[in-house]
């Protein structure tokens, strides 16, 4: 019976009947030289085989051929043993049949240790992947008001590219993808961001860009982040993966970071964090590295606060529970409501979130203006108390904070300097102003007093501080000196403080007039 004759081949081998010689060099180490080169060459394949047939057919095929492999290595190790066995039977047999048995020994500890070690959990995972991908987080794709804004929310599971694809297709006037992501495939990370820049698009990230999700931030034509946003960066991961996968992983990353313009020492520091870590780089570290080209406070981007299943009369409600809020709220309840229908408005038709704070910001400084005219001395007393102290304990901590808090700009202090607006002192020094300037009893002013207090105060300010003091006066360059005003503000307020309450508060009543 001939050796070779198909099936019958690999029945005999499986049994013991071929001669010790085919069975190792032949069926053994010839044939595992071939999986291991269809396996290298399949896994180079691996990137446009995904991008033709998708992420869970590529996994089936890569579970189907781990399957294989291992049966594979089942047949050679017992056909081995067994032709092992024939050949020691033989008259005058040599040594070579124990020889094989070693290696039989060999490598079935080698196969199971490459299955418990790597196959096995890359087969958990692929299968994962396979019946849904459950363990990454739901994603959701949505066109914000406008629409011209995509927001992407969730994690980036298998089949998430697809579906981003759709609606890009669908909503062709989309230009900006505002991303809030944990991350997750690298694969669906990549054909997201090839179709962002094939549009041109611009993305934005005011939550989370973690992960693959930082793929594609890095993908925009312009790209935003907020100062609060979280963008997370470490070296690619896979269950199981080989040294060969971690290395192709890592190659991929910084190919793809490359083809972004990102830099050599960025991109190092990025797969030097392993999977398991988390590296947040600063704002200016990002600049620098050309990863992101920008900083914005929401201006120019529609807010998902504006999409119909948010519920914004709950989120007003949470916010009327300040104090400060409250006083608002009960002594002008006119002037509160039409503030909160504006600002609903605003953003139920797409306007930026900045826009919607603008209408908060100067429907609030009017009404607040408006009360300090009129309020107590006492009250006027205590919020300039409450705001010395409030600089003082955060002027080395967030200087820049302590800037837009006294400016009183049209950013979103929850995102910039969420202290301001959770402190209880100044909540409660801010109600009292409100609602003792409800009283209307408008106190007259002492402009002399006033005047001349005003003078020596800034005598005393520029004897401290020389010209620095001059930057009070130019409001465009307070950014850039967040800490000299800072501390300029906080010895303008202690000088004040230390004043006797009827010339502090007839000096703030004259100040805001001037304003």
């Avoid at 994603?139 to 694809?165: C, H, M, N, Q, W």
């Avoid at 202290?419 to 003792?436: M, R």
């Avoid at 010209?467 to 010895?491: G, L, R």
């Amino acid at each position: 019976m001939p050796v070779l004759t198909g099936f019958s081949f690999i029945i005999r081998h499986w049994r013991g009947e071929l001669p010790l010689t085919i069975s190792y060099w032949f069926n053994c180490f010839c044939i595992t030289l071939l999986v291991s080169a269809i396996g290298r060459c399949f896994f180079s394949q691996s990137s446009t085989l995904n991008s033709r047939f998708g992420l869970p057919f590529l996994c089936f095929l890569m579970l189907s051929f781990l399957l294989l492999v291992l049966l594979i290595n089942i047949w050679q190790n017992v056909g081995l043993w067994r032709a092992a066995n024939a050949y020691n039977k033989r008259p005058k047999a040599s040594m070579w049949g124990d020889v094989a048995k070693l290696f039989v020994v060999i490598g079935t500890l080698h196969t199971f240790t490459e299955f418990f070690v790597y196959q096995l959990p890359q087969s958990k995972e692929l299968i994962s992947i396979i019946t849904g991908d459950k363990g990454i987080p739901p994603f959701k794709i949505t066109v914000l008001p406008g629409g011209k804004d995509l927001y992407f929310e969730g994690g980036l599971r298998a089949g998430s590219a697809k579906e981003f694809k759709r609606i890009l297709d669908a909503v062709p006037q989309a230009s900006v993808l505002q991303i809030d992501s944990i991350g997750g495939r690298i694969s669906e990370a990549k054909k997201i961001g090839d179709l962002v820049k094939a549009r041109n698009m611009t993305t934005y990230c005011a939550g989370q860009a973690q992960s693959a999700a930082t793929l594609i931030l890095m993908n925009g034509v312009k790209r935003y982040v907020t100062p609060d946003a979280r963008i997370g960066f470490h070296a690619g991961t896979f269950p199981g993966s080989t040294k060969e996968m971690s290395e192709a992983m890592d190659s991929e990353i910084e190919s793809l970071m490359r083809k972004g313009g990102v830099s050599d020492s960025f991109i190092k520091r990025v797969l030097a964090t392993p999977h398991n870590r988390m590296w947040y780089p600063s704002f200016n570290e990002m600049l620098q590295a050309h990863f992101i080209t920008g900083q914005s406070f929401g201006e120019g981007f529609a807010s998902p606060w504006g999409l119909p299943n948010v519920d914004l009369e709950k989120i007003f409600e949470k916010v009327e529970t300040k104090r400060n809020v409250k006083a608002f709220k009960t002594c002008l309840p006119d002037d509160y409501d039409k503030m909160k229908t504006d600002v609903i408005n605003a953003l139920r038709s797409g306007r930026s979130e900045v826009e919607a704070i603008s209408i908060v910001n100067e429907t609030t400084r009017k009404v607040f203006l408006s009360s300090l005219s009129f309020a107590s001395d006492e009250a006027i007393n205590s919020l300039s108390t409450e705001t010395l102290r409030f600089l003082k304990e955060h002027v080395y901590t967030n200087p820049k904070g302590c800037i837009y808090f006294l400016k009183g700009t049209n950013v979103n202090l929850a995102r910039v300097f969420p202290e301001a607006l959770l402190d209880e002192g100044l909540q409660i020094a801010a109600a009292n102003v409100i609602i003792s300037g409800n009283q209307k009893d408008l106190k007259e002013i002492d402009v002399k007093r006033a005047e001349d207090q005003n003078e020596a105060i800034w005598n005393q300010i520029y004897e401290k501080y020389g010209n620095k003091a001059a930057i009070i006066s130019d409001q465009e360059k307070w950014d850039d000196n967040a800490d000299s005003v800072s501390f300029i503000f906080i010895e303008l307020y202690s000088i004040i403080v230390s004043m006797s309450y009827k010339d502090s508060a007839n000096y703030m009543r004259w100040l805001i007039c001037q304003n």
